[in-house]
């Protein structure tokens, strides 16, 4: 058994310009690791199987048969390689990533799933041709293999390495209910068919438009409940929407800070996570 490890995410800033004929959004997004990962180990099986466990919210949406990520991305990986009848494999996955909550825990169990297959199956590929295979199971993978903080252009997939952001410790609050990405894309088209403003120079200037998100006004069309967990008053930064939502970021770079907000945000009853931003990407463990 083989085990790869890969971070969740937020966006620090994430532009989304307007449905384009191939029916991609150009985006411009500041990408930023947590110290939330998800576990991926893998191994031979007669056939393709998937057991994901962890104390998230959503864990029992979790596909566990071929539409998962994971066995997409296996596939596209065996196909890239030119193996045509690739070894169906076990993967079982922990869990520490919300299931449909903006932070890409799918994406993540992918690039964690390149990462421990490339092992697996002693195939040699350097990180920039796992990501490229990634681009290819979706928009987040990339990001997912690279880690840290990063700037992300076309459809989110074309990145550039950016210099760690100072340590954040953040607060995560979670709703009841998740939010698919596509859902939240379908109703952008309708809420701004013009689409959002794409700074092509977000990466010299992000720092003062942390928090923006062109999905917001699509995710409250969807969830008019979010309003509410957005403006929460803990004294910290935010709130703020995570990728397409519907989960909630706060921030501090103040550790007690945070930690004194977080104890409130329980108190109130909300499910919620105190955790800190990451330099790591996606690693053999």
């Keep these: 058994m083989i085990t790869a490890k890969a971070q969740g995410k937020i966006n620090l800033v994430f532009q989304v310009g307007p449905l384009r004929p191939d029916g991609y959004h150009e985006v411009a997004s500041i990408y930023q690791a947590l110290m939330l990962e998800e576990s991926v180990s893998v191994e031979p099986s007669d056939s393709w199987l998937v057991e994901a466990s962890g104390r998230v919210p959503g864990i029992e949406l979790v596909p566990t048969g071929e539409d998962n990520l994971v066995v997409i991305a296996a596939k596209a990986l065996a196909e890239h390689v030119g193996i045509a009848n690739p070894q169906p494999m076990k993967f079982t996955i922990l869990k520490q990533i919300p299931v449909a909550g ?7 169990d992918a690039a964690a799933a390149l990462v421990a297959l490339n092992q697996a199956w002693e195939l040699g590929l350097t990180a920039e041709e796992l990501a490229v295979v990634g681009a290819k199971v ?7 293999l690279l ?6 252009r076309g459809t989110g997939t074309e990145l550039t390495k950016l210099e760690n952001q100072k340590e954040l410790h953040v607060i995560l609050i979670f709703s009841n209910e998740g939010l698919s990405t596509k859902t939240v894309f379908d109703a952008f088209d309708q809420v701004m068919p013009d689409g959002d403003s794409v700074d092509s120079e977000l990466a010299n200037n992000y720092q003062d438009l942390i928090g923006h998100n062109s999905l917001l006004p699509a995710a409250l069309a969807l969830r008019p ?3 509410q967990l957005l403006e929460l008053n803990f004294g910290l930064n935010g709130g703020y929407l995570s990728g397409s939502g519907p989960t ?3 921030y501090s770079e103040s550790y007690p800070k945070a930690l004194a907000a977080f104890e409130m945000v329980k108190a109130f009853g909300y499910k919620a996570i105190l955790t800190r931003t990451s330099p790591l990407g996606a690693r053999l463990t």
């Design 147 to 152: 880690g840290g903080t990063a700037f992300g």
């Design 102 to 108: 903006g932070m890409a825990g799918g994406s993540a």
């Design 138 to 144: 979706g928009a987040d993978v990339p990001f997912a």
């Design 248 to 250: 909630v970021w706060y």
């Design 225 to 227: 409940q979010l309003a």
